[in-house]
Every structure is written in structure tokens, then in C-alpha cells.
């Protein structure tokens, strides 16, 4: 039986809920993973000793998990891990360590995996217009999409031990653009509310913020509403060219439904469309349409969440 | 002066319907172009070599059928167009597709790789960082925008924002839709490909450890309920809540 093995994901120098659902996955592969924690600080990983169903947790410690460089990464985990199946989460950073370390080892790698049945792993292919099944054998790299399998349950008790490690590090950040606003990214939330042109305006945008405060939720846009407005940046389109999202739920509002669109949304577990346009093709994909426009219906949705959540 | 070499790869048009028959998907009669991100990959390549001199070559690994889009992009404007093909190979997963590539590159003496950061059909974002592991070379992925001098300066989205990253050559760069626009051929350009030799090549391909199982239409969704006008807001609201437990 070949080790499995998990890495945590970080965000934000803490590790990822969804970590969590990695270990399902794992188990779903082939058994009891190993926990692996990329980390500057071996602390980080009290938050995950008490995850069920994992055999040990290894806390990688090394400067090159404070950066973005994927070689960097790839090589401390590599030098830290034993050789077996490695999962991670499908997240843009991950993606790519998980193509070097595969690379590095020999192996293949299998991205945005959204069923695991043995050795069977089912991957979006066509920006979702199908799903690809394969079989691996041997050892293998696999990313696993967010908000697909059940997180593991708490109550285990693992101990942590640290190993100290260093990579290979091969490009150097200049500088760093801030990102004008703390919001939320479409790719790391639960819930994302996007605009699309049917919005008329970039500062009518502000309804779908008041909105995202209200429920937590990341505000995204469609191409249309990217292309002709330079107040919405390129960072917020969801589609084809844009964010791939997989949060549990999207709405989207004043938004036609276009194929390149729905090819970054469609896998959300729950879709509400506002648009005046009933036979708008974002209906055939939503649970709950609402066919008026958002002028109409924003107001009332928002008064409806305050109250429900205020 | 740097020898650019930029992969390309054919895909059914992201217009196109994907049927599955039997547990195969069918592109029989699906049109065929080249993965949109390629288009900025080339874009890049092509800037690259105004900046510096240098070459650009075109590289696919694939059939007979996929040399149109080298001709598409010859007629864009690289100098070079290259097929890597064995007959005797069918799918390959990212271990032999890697190895093929990484072999063929070396043997161009390449200096930098731009490719898109995925390929429409696979949407797997594996091609780039796993050749540059392969080749012990630097990496960029979704970048937005290059400068070029002895390194390319590349900016791409980080958790913080937007980065300009120095990237030491040699290097693979995975690009994705810039802020800019991409050339599109001009008569000459079309001309100059419809005359233009294909270079054929071959390597060799580690076994895949990875075969198709089969291929599935995404369950179809139950259809959804639709409300009239604004007021039924509240109840999507509700609904949310409480059928589907989301908030
Ligand atoms: C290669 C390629 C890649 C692409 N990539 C992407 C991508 O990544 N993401 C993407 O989104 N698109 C992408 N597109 C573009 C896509 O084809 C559509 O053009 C785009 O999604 C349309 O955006 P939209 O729905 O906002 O605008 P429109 O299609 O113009 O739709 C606006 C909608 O708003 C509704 N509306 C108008 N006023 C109101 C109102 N007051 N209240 C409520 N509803 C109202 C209208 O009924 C209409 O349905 C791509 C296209 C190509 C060719
Ligand atoms: N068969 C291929 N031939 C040439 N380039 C390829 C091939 N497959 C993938 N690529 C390149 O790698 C990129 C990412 O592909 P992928 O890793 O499959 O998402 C593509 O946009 C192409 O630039």
C-alpha cells in the first residue's frame, strides 16, 4: 500500500478549511493520509491536530512558503515527503506545485479532481461541458476541487513534528501591486455575487458589495461588464477567460448566461439569476431565477438578508 | 538573442457542443482551433522578440490535423513551426506530454517557453510548471504582462494583488488573457503560411501511467424554480435559508 498524502492548504499564513475535505478525498483514494504542513511557522498546524482520520502530521518548515515561487515550493515539500499519492486543493497556487512536484517525481498529475471512486478520478474537461474519468496507477499528483467532498470530522488528536527544509528558489518578486480593495477574491469565497452588463453602470456595483457584506460573499463580473467598464478590474471576471468558482452558492445579476461564462460558474452548488430577461439562458442553469430587473429586486433581496441575518 | 519557443495546442472551438456517445465524447463534427490562452502565448513570444531579436518557434505535439493551427500561427507571425508526432502514441497524460516536450525543447536550445496558462479542453494548468520542473527552469503561470530585457519581468495575480515577478531566463511562462490586445494574421501573414514547411519531429514518451476511463455529460441540474418580478426576491432569500441551507 503506497502512502497517501496530504497537503494543507494555506491561505493567508493560516491553513485552509477545506483542508479538511483533502482528507476525505484521501480516503476516498486509499486510506489514512499523512499530513504535510507548508508553513514558516510550525504553529499554524495546532489548528488541524484534532482532524480525524489522519496518521501524522509533518509541519514542513522553510522561507520559500512565505513566497509564490513554485519551484521553491515544489522542492521543500519534495526533499520533506515520502513517495506515495499526494493530494492538494485546486486552488492556482497549488495547481502549480502540484504539475512540479509530480514533474519532479516522475509522476502524473491530475487537476480539479470532483469524484474520487478508488482509483478513479473524475476532472471537468471542457470548461464542464463533460467530465473525464481516469484510472492511475501508481503513484500519482492530484489536485482536488474546494467544496466537493464533506470535510473530515475533529475529533482526533495528532501529534506534530517538524521538519526544517529548503527549495529551490528560481524567480524574485519585485513588487507588489496591492490589491485596491480587502475584498474577498471570487476564487477563495463560499458565496460570490456577480455583475454582469445588465448592471448599466460600474457604481451600480455598489448594490452587489452591500449585498456581499451582508452574506460574506465576493463580488465578481462578467466579461461584458470587465471589457466596458475600466472600474471593474480583470481580477473579478468569472468565465472561460476568467475565474474558474465553485463556491456553494453564485448570483448573478444582469447576466445573460453566456457558454464562456457558465464555464466558470456552472459547478457551483447553487445558482439564483436576477434578470429582466425571462428567457435569458442563466435560467436553465439557476435553482431560484427571479426574472425582474435588479433595481427591482436587489433592494428587496438585501432587506431579506438583513433581516434574516442581521 | 533568445530562442523563443511558444507551444500551441488544438482544441474543439469553445462554441462548440460536446456530445458524449457511448462513454466517449465525439468531436467528429466539432470545429477545431487553438486554445484561446495560446493566442496570448504567442502574443507574448512575438513582443518578446521585438524587444530582443531572437526567433520564435511554434511547437505542437499532436496529429496530422493539428498542423492548421501552426499555419494560424505562422501566419500571426513566428518564424517556425514544429509537430511532434509518433504514430504509435494515443493518449498521453501529463508524465509522457511533459517528457516529449521537454526533450524536443532541449534539442531547439530554446531560452524561454510561453504557453497558455490551460488548454480548453483539458483546463488542467499542468503543462507549464511541470516541463519547467522537468527542464530545472523558473516558472510563471497566469501572467497578464511581460517586459523583457535578460530576464522577463511578468506581472500575475499573487494572494495580494497583482506582483511583478523577475523571472531569470531560462524560463517557462504560462500566460493568460493580458491587457492587451493579440494581432491577428494579415493577408501577407496568410500567405507566407500557406507556403510554409511544417517541421516534423519525434521523441520519446514514457508509458502513461493514467488511462481514460470514460467520458460523462455533468448531471443534468433538476430544473430550478423562477419567481416573478422583484418582490419574490424575499422568498429566493428564504429559500436559501432554508431548502437550500447555503446561508
Ligand atoms: C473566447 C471568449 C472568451 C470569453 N470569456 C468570457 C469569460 O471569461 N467570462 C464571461 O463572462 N464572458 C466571456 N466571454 C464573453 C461572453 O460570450 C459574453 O459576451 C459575456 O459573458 C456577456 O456578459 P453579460 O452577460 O454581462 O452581458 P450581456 O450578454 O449583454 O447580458 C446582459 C444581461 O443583463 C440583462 N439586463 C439588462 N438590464 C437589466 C436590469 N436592469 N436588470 C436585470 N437584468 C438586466 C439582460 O437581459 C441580459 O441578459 C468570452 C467570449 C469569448 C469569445
Ligand atoms: N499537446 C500539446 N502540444 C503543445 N502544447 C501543449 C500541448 N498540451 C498543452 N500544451 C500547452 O500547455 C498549455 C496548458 O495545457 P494544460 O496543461 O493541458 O492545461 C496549453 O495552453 C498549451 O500552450
Known amino acids: ?241 476568467g475565474k474558474t468558482v465553485n463556491p456553494n452558492l453564485y448570483i448573478a445579476v444582469g447576466i445573460s448566461g453566456a457558454i464562456q461564462h457558465l464555464a466558470g460558474m456552472r459547478s457551483s452548488k447553487y445558482i439564483v439569476a436576477i434578470n429582466k430577461d425571462a428567457d435569458a439562458a442563466i435560467f436553465q442553469h439557476a435553482d431560484y431565477g427571479i426574472v425582474a430587473t435588479w433595481e427591482e429586486a436587489l433592494p428587496v433581496f438585501q432587506e431579506a438578508l438583513s433581516a434574516m441575518l442581521g | 538573442m533568445p530562442t523563443i519557443v511558444v507551444l500551441v495546442k488544438q482544441v474543439p472551438d469553445t462554441n462548440a457542443k460536446i456530445v458524449v456517445q457511448g462513454d466517449r465524447v465525439d468531436l467528429s463534427s466539432v470545429k477545431m482551433v487553438m486554445s484561446p490562452y495560446d493566442e496570448f502565448a504567442i502574443e507574448t513570444a512575438i513582443r518578446h522578440k521585438e524587444a530582443t531579436d531572437g526567433t520564435v518557434t ?88 511581460a517586459e523583457f530585457s535578460d530576464s522577463v519581468v511578468v506581472s500575475m495575480p499573487v494572494e495580494s494583488g497583482v506582483a511583478k515577478i523577475n523571472v531569470a531566463l531560462p524560463a517557462v511562462i504560462s500566460c493568460d488573457k493580458g491587457d492587451f490586445k493579440v494581432r491577428k494574421p494579415n493577408v501577407k501573414g496568410i500567405m507566407m503560411a500557406k507556403k510554409a514547411k511544417v517541421e516534423l519531429m519525434s521523441a520519446t514518451a514514457p508509458t502513461s501511467s493514467i488511462n481514460i476511463a470514460s467520458h460523462s455529460m455533468p448531471p443534468a441540474k433538476p430544473t430550478g424554480k423562477t419567481f416573478e418580478g422583484g418582490a419574490s426576491a424575499s422568498q429566493v432569500a428564504q429559500l436559501l435559508r432554508d431548502e437550500a441551507n447555503v446561508l
Open chain 1, 1 to 241: 500500500m503506497t502512502n497517501m498524502i496530504v497537503i494543507a492548504e494555506l491561505s493567508k499564513g493560516n491553513i485552509h478549511p477545506s483542508t479538511a475535505e483533502l482528507v476525505t478525498a484521501a480516503h476516498a483514494f486509499g486510506g489514512e493520509p499523512i499530513l504535510v504542513v507548508p508553513c514558516t511557522d510550525a504553529s499554524i498546524a495546532d489548528s488541524v491536530q484534532s482532524l480525524s482520520g489522519i496518521s501524522k502530521i509533518i509541519a514542513v518548515k522553510s522561507d520559500v512558503f512565505d513566497g509564490s515561487d513554485s519551484s521553491g515550493w515544489a522542492s521543500a515539500l519534495d526533499s520533506a515527503l515520502p513517495s506515495g499519492t499526494v493530494l492538494c486543493l485546486a486552488t492556482s497556487r497549488s495547481k502549480d506545485v502540484a504539475a512540479r512536484l509530480a514533474a519532479r517525481r516522475n509522476i502524473s498529475v491530475v487537476q480539479d479532481v470532483i469524484r474520487i471512486d478508488g482509483t478513479n478520478l473524475t476532472s471537468p474537461i471542457y470548461s464542464g461541458k463533460a467530465n473525464q474519468t481516469v484510472s492511475v496507477s501508481g503513484d500519482a499528483v492530484i489536485t482536488v476541487r474546494a467544496n466537493v467532498f464533506d470535510s473530515a470530522g475533529n475529533d482526533g488528536s495528532c501529534d506534530v513534528s517538524v521538519v526544517d527544509a529548503s527549495g529551490d528558489v528560481k524567480t524574485a518578486v519585485q513588487e507588489i501591486m496591492q490589491r485596491a480593495s480587502t475584498r474577498l477574491d471570487v476564487s477563495e469565497a463560499n458565496i460570490v455575487i456577480s455583475g454582469g452588463r445588465g448592471m448599466g453602470s460600474p457604481a451600480n456595483f455598489a448594490h452587489l458589495e452591500a449585498v456581499a457584506d451582508t452574506i460574506g460573499a465576493a463580488v465578481g463580473a462578467s466579461r461584458a461588464a470587465v471589457d466596458t467598464w475600466d472600474e471593474i478590474p480583470h481580477s473579478m471576471q468569472v468565465g472561460q477567460t
Open chain 2, 58 to 145: 511554434a511547437l505542437t505535439v499532436g496529429g496530422p490535423v493539428s498542423e492548421k493551427i501552426l499555419k494560424d500561427a505562422k501566419a500571426i507571425g513566428v518564424d517556425n513551426i514544429v509537430r511532434v508526432w509518433d504514430d504509435s502514441w494515443s493518449y498521453l497524460d501529463s508524465n509522457a506530454l511533459q517528457s516529449i516536450l521537454s526533450e524536443t525543447i532541449q534539442g531547439l536550445g530554446a531560452t524561454v517557453v510561453y504557453c497558455g496558462k490551460s488548454a480548453a479542453d483539458t483546463g488542467a494548468g499542468s503543462t507549464g510548471p511541470g516541463l519547467a520542473e522537468r527542464l530545472g527552469w523558473g516558472n510563471a503561470s497566469n501572467v497578464i504582462g
